[in-house]
Structure formats: C-alpha cells, structure tokens
C-alpha cells in the first residue's frame, strides 16, 4: 500500500524559510505527478505547486517566486523550498500524488495526513 509522509512544517517568523519533504513509501513503478496543496482555516484546500515527473512544474501566482518545487524520482520524494514566508502562508500543508502506478494496481490521487506550517512573530 502506498502512502505519502510529509515532514518539515514547524513555525517560522516572516521572512524566515522552511523546506518540506513528502517521500512516498510502498513499491512504486511510476509517479506522474507530485505537488503540494495547503489549507488555511476557514479557506478552502488549494495548489500551492505541483511538478510533472520530466521536470515541469506550476505555481500558485502566490508563491511564484519564493517557493521553489522539486522531485526526486529515484526516491519518490518531492520537495518544497519556501523562502520569504508571509503569516498568509501559514496553513496545513499536504502532499499529493497523482497517477501512481503500483504492483497491485494504478492509483488516480493519493494524498499525505499533512504537515502545519505557522509564519508568525
């Protein structure tokens, strides 16, 4: 069974950077894509960035700028380097997984249990 953990949330003041990682465990052929989404309290979950598995990416026009995605396909592993934080940013942020190809079947999304980030003074 394929899971996702996230780790490297934490708090942070503002202008501070935090780098999250998201590795997807079990045995995996293929990931087509892995991206990050977040959700703040009382707001609805949304794309902060999400990067194919040949290298292109996309960003949040938020973000744009101060976040940077990348992957690791050997290892499963996204990867999201926030620098310049802002209070905005704080919210749970989740790894997503979408297209996975497994042994036992292919998988449209698989989502991580999440990981807070707090950007405050």
């Known amino acids: 069974q394929v899971q996702l953990v996230e780790s490297g949330g934490g708090l942070v003041q503002p202008g501070g950077s935090l780098r999250l990682s998201c590795a997807a465990s079990?045995?995996?052929?293929?990931?087509?894509?892995m991206g990050w989404y977040r959700q703040a309290p009382g707001k609805q979950r949304e794309l902060v960035a999400n990067i194919v598995s040949g290298g292109s990416t996309n960003y949040a026009d938020s973000v744009k700028g101060r976040f940077t995605i990348s992957r690791e396909n050997a290892k499963n592993t996204v990867y999201l380097q926030m620098n310049s934080l802002k209070p905005e940013d704080t919210a749970v942020y989740y790894c997503k997984a979408d297209g996975v190809s497994t042994p036992t079947g292919w998988f449209r999304s698989i989502w991580g249990q999440g990981t807070q980030v707090t950007v405050s003074s």
């Open positions: 079990g045995i995996i052929y293929s990931i087509n894509v």
